[in-house]
């Protein structure tokens, strides 16, 4: 599958995973505009099936498969989101999968997963998960990849369609990048229905695989992934996401995992939603943003998933305390 990522083809998606997957809102966040000096809405991918965006590629991923392919099954490597998206999507349409994760992954969502019926195998790194992946897609499953894949990357990108519909206005969209998939979806959409709209990626220290793709140009592995956002933790990113990410975005800003912990925390209490890492971060880089972007700008957040426990918050709370 290796059509390339378009307008079209992201409205095909749309159609084909529309009985299937959340149409999530886009929410005004007033009190975050307040805090901000500008108007502030926000995309809901946390209220998306299993908590995350990823349901959107998964499911129109294994929407395409031939009827041999699905006998065949599949397999997934994730840091969480993944994983959770692949084995929900197969239960809802009778294929077997099998999840391959690091040791690291919340123990939350390694249940999750076999609960929906995923066999599930851990790993002592993410780059080892997608070895053993790739050994079973030898021997004859379908990999549903995180981000490397065109029918998962215009899945992802449906939900920038239905941020337009619901906020036209928009000059400016914060999208968290781990191997880069999503960003690059939502940018194609984006930039199609409106080329003006300006595009921000968002990365944390130590999972900050597209950063140094772009210093290098070519992507370059992580030796480790040290982050607290763990569902950014992409080993590498791919040619084809590096190169959407070349072509279509302002500039990708890096923030510490203290100031996810922080952004955790304020919209928390401000806007009283729960947000892992990887969606907190879009505030932090809002606040980078706040002085660079022009006083008419319309700023849309995607919030791209809620996988944190309590337990979870009170560690990263207690690693990063306020001062």
């Excluded at 595009?199 to 982050?227: C, F, H, K, N, Q």
Aim: aromatic fraction near 4%.
């Amino acid at each position: 599958m290796d059509d390339p990522v378009t307008l079209q083809s992201i409205q095909g998606a749309a159609e084909l995973i529309r009985p299937y997957v959340v149409r999530t809102p886009t929410l005004p966040m007033g009190r975050l505009s307040e805090l901000l000096g500008l108007p502030v809405v926000g995309k809901f991918e946390l209220l998306q099936h299993t908590g995350a965006f990823k349901a959107r590629g998964a499911f129109h991923r294994m929407l395409r498969l031939s009827a041999s392919e699905r006998t065949a099954g599949v397999v997934a490597v994730s840091g969480g989101n993944n994983g959770l998206a692949v084995a929900y999507a197969a239960r809802q349409l009778g294929i077997t999968a099998t999840v391959i994760m690091p040791a690291t992954t919340a123990s939350t969502s390694v249940q999750r997963a076999r609960a929906d019926g995923a066999e599930v195998a851990l790993t002592d790194t993410i780059a080892g998960a997608f070895a053993q992946a790739l050994e079973e897609v030898t021997a004859g499953k379908v990999m549903v990849h995180p981000f490397d894949d065109p029918a998962v990357i215009a899945g992802q990108g449906t939900m920038a369609l239905e941020l337009y519909a619901d906020a036209p206005d928009i000059t400016d969209v914060v999208v968290s990048i781990g191997g880069g998939g999503m960003i690059t979806g939502v940018a194609t959409a984006l930039k199609a229905l409106s080329p003006g709209i300006r595009v921000w990626g968002v990365e944390t220290y130590g999972a900050d695989a597209m950063t140094r793709a772009l210093a290098a140009g070519e992507p370059v592995a992580l030796d480790a992934i040290t982050s607290i956002a763990t569902t950014l933790g992409a080993p590498t990113v791919s040619g084809r996401t590096l190169a959407g990410v070349q072509a279509l975005l302002e500039e990708v800003l890096l923030v510490t995992d203290e100031e996810a912990v922080r952004s955790i925390e304020v919209l928390s209490q401000v806007s009283k939603i729960i947000t892992e890492p990887a969606a907190a971060c879009t505030w932090a880089a809002a606040l980078q943003l706040r002085d660079r972007l022009p006083p008419d700008a319309r700023l849309a957040l995607v919030l791209c998933g809620g996988n944190a426990s309590l337990d979870d918050i009170a560690d990263w709370r207690s690693r990063f305390p306020t001062d």
